[in-house]
T-cell receptor
Framework: AQSVTQLDSQVPVFEEAPVELRCNYSSSVSVYLFWYVQYPNQGLQLLLKYLSGSTLVKGINGFEAEFNKSQTSFHLRKPSVHISDTAEYFCAVSARTNAGKSTFGDGTTLTVKP | EAQVTQNPRYLITVTGKKLTVTCSQNMNHEYMSWYRQDPGLGLRQIYYSMNVEVTDKGDVPEGYKVSRKEKRNFPLILESPSPNQTSLYFC???????????????FGPGTRLTVL
């Protein structure tokens, strides 16, 4: 079984400030990890993913995430946010032994204030 | 244009009346999946399909059926809908399963279902 915990349901931040959205996972096997973004009234879009190799993963829109196996975490970061980053962000995990099955976290709403 | 389409986009129905939500992709993707999104619960996977005639349960399959008779279509069937199936449903597809390089999961626009 696998699970995902997004530690913050809402994160308010001012424009141009740095932000970190936290994600912890649990799985009995090795996993793939993903971050998705959902803008209001839209579907989800992949931000970045960790499959293997370097633990620091860079994605679209200036986001990056670091896979920490010992802490079972995959936190998402951006050094300077924009108003347009206001959205809901989802962390997701798939087991390497059953990559078709995906488990998502409950989501973190990022609100960027001017 | 490469896309995942869902129909209908909005549906209000009554308890027990069978319904089908269609999902179609024009990208020749092998992998397709259905999710439901509820406030505070994120997305939960209902069913997924790694290829034609291959389907598997996600985390919340109860009350739903799917079929994958052809690569492009993956309909979601509610044989006897109940109010607790009121939700926002997303279909998604990708060339292969999520754990592959150069392989992004594309999401449809969503279907908002209300069961009275």
């Amino acid at each position: 079984a696998q699970s995902v915990t997004q530690l913050d349901s809402q994160v308010p931040v001012f424009e141009e400030a740095p932000v970190e959205l936290r994600c912890n996972y649990s799985s009995s096997v090795s996993v793939y990890l993903f971050w998705y973004v959902q803008y209001p009234n839209q579907g989800l879009q992949l931000l970045l993913k960790y499959l293997s190799g370097s633990t620091l993963v860079k994605g679209i829109n200036g986001f990056e995430a670091e896979f920490n196996k010992s802490q079972t975490s995959f936190h998402l970061r951006k050094p300077s946010v924009h108003i347009s980053d206001t959205a809901e962000y989802f962390c997701a995990v798939s087991a390497r032994t059953n990559a078709g099955k995906s488990t998502f976290g409950d989501g973190t709403t990022l609100t960027v204030k001017p | 244009e490469a896309q995942v389409t869902q129909n209908p986009r909005y549906l209000i129905t009554v308890t027990g009346k069978k319904l089908t939500v269609t999902c179609s992709q024009n990208m020749n993707h092998e992998y397709m999946s259905w999710y439901r999104q509820d406030p505070g619960l994120g997305l939960r996977q209902i069913y997924y399909s790694m290829n034609v005639e291959v389907t598997d349960k996600g985390d919340v399959p109860e009350g739903y059926k799917v079929s994958r008779k052809e690569k492009r279509n993956f309909p979601l069937i509610l044989e006897s809908p109940s109010p607790n199936q009121t939700s926002l449903y997303f279909c998604a597809s990708s060339l292969y399963g999520p754990g592959q390089n150069n392989n992004e999961q594309f999401f449809g626009p969503g279907t908002r279902l209300t069961v009275l």
